[in-house]
């Protein structure tokens, strides 16, 4: 018999527990809420394939085993059909715990879409391989972005990790990055390898093969967690994380996913842990809304007071129609804007991007404001605090006229 057929009693014994032949007590399988915490939720129940759908082609190369789906096989492919997104996902996380037999080869599919037989037409692959013949080994990206090297071996579980976000790619393997792909503008990536939205498939590769899966879970983000890097700092519920001044506590408040400014003047300032509240280099993006004739404002820069206008850090302009002349994406007093560029009643996004010494600020994707602080500094007079430093994030409710809403809070802390 040829050396490379003999394989370690460890190893049978490891894949014969994936299988469900051992003469051991049965495992049982874990019970997985339907959703954690963390935003979390089983694909797989551990029992049956229930909110699974296999190809026509070969459907019996697919059984569950041992809290385990086992793919061996002629080449089949199981689609997830069930009822979490609807089966269609375009930005997530997924985890997959996997582990195969020596010679194996697998995948798992995402951007997908069920079909009868063959290779899957459209999505991406991310292959299960660590001894098979292909050299195109585990958590590599098949045929875009590959990987070479094992990161895992035969006979041991080990855990995929996809991440999609807008146009990038993430994959790690049992916590470590092997790939990390941007798609290009347009995508020149020939055939179905076009990031879109889809569900996710399982590949049962060949007769030869024996690959398990269990475990498979996924966390669906907003396309406002797409933006790679950004972290939300309103979680679209409750003040967690964020300190009101104390002059007039009631005029901020939580609707429909939206912090509302509405009443007599206050600020309400981010005091929660990322950045330990205190930010120097960033970029932050909110959605903003007004109503008619209303008035309000972003603050960085800044900290904690208990009442009156923050005497330290910038304030971007929050105001469309008021009779305030300066406008919103202004940098109030330093570089004012006096042209609305955005209407009351509809939601539009401020980005403010501070490098070093300088303060960009755009609406809607357009750059309004480019200002590089002087060396030393020359604040506006009667604003001493208005100084690149660090410091954290306020929100102001200008008066009880004023209706400002805000939401889809996210920062990207960049390096100094």
Not at 7 to 12: E, F, V
Not at 262 to 274: N, S
Request: glycine share 12%.
């Amino acid at each position: 018999m040829p050396r490379r057929n003999i394989i370690a009693p460890t190893i049978i014994t490891a894949l014969l527990l994936c299988c469900g032949h051992v003469l051991a007590e049965k495992a049982k399988p874990a019970k997985t809420p339907a959703k954690d915490a963390d935003g979390w939720v089983s694909l797989f129940d551990g029992k049956t394939l229930d909110g699974w759908k296999v190809s026509t082609e070969n459907p019996k190369t697919f059984t569950v085993k041992d809290g385990a789906i086992v793919a061996k096989g002629p080449r089949a492919h199981l689609f997830y059909a069930g009822k979490v997104a609807g089966g269609d996902f375009k930005n997530f996380e997924l985890k997959i715990d996997v582990m195969t037999k020596p010679g194996s080869n697998g995948g798992v599919y995402f951007h997908t879409k069920y079909q009868e037989k063959g290779w899957p037409g459209k999505g991406f692959e991310v292959q299960v391989n660590n001894t098979h013949r292909d050299p195109k080994k585990s958590g590599g990206l098949y045929g875009v972005k590959d990987v070479f090297k094992a990161p895992a071996k035969d006979g041991v579980w080990f855990t995929e990790h996809i991440i999609v976000r807008g146009k990038k790619i993430t994959i790690k393997v049992d916590g470590k990055t092997l790939v990390e792909f941007t798609e290009p503008t347009p995508p020149k990536i020939k055939g179905g390898r076009v990031l879109s939205s889809g569900t996710f498939a399982l590949q049962g590769h060949d007769p030869g093969s024996t690959v398990c899966y269990k475990n498979i879970r996924v966390k669906v983000l907003d396309d406002k967690d797409a933006e790679e890097g950004f972290t939300q700092l309103f979680d679209g519920k409750s003040f967690e994380g964020w300190k009101v001044s104390t002059d007039n506590p009631k005029t901020f408040t939580i609707a429909d996913g939206a912090i509302i400014a509405k009443g007599p003047r206050a600020h309400l300032f981010y005091a929660g842990d990322v950045g330990k509240h205190n930010f120097k280099n960033f970029e932050l993006k909110i959605d903003v809304m007004t109503l008619k004739g209303s008035n309000g404002g972003v603050y960085f820069h800044t900290q904690y007071q208990k009442g009156g206008w923050p005497g330290k850090g910038f304030e971007v302009q929050v105001n469309n129609t008021h009779r305030d002349p300066k406008k919103s994406g202004g940098l109030y007093a330093v570089k004012d804007i006096f042209k609305a560029p955005a209407k009351d009643g509809e939601w539009f996004t401020e980005h403010i991007i501070v490098q070093g010494k300088k303060i960009t600020i755009k609406v809607n994707g357009e750059t309004l404001v480019e200002f590089t602080e002087p060396t030393p500094p020359k604040p506006p007079r009667g604003m001493k605090g208005r100084f690149l430093s660090s410091g954290t994030f306020a929100l102001q409710g200008h008066d009880p006229k004023s209706t400002v809403y805000y939401k889809n809070i996210r920062v990207k802390i960049l390096k100094d």
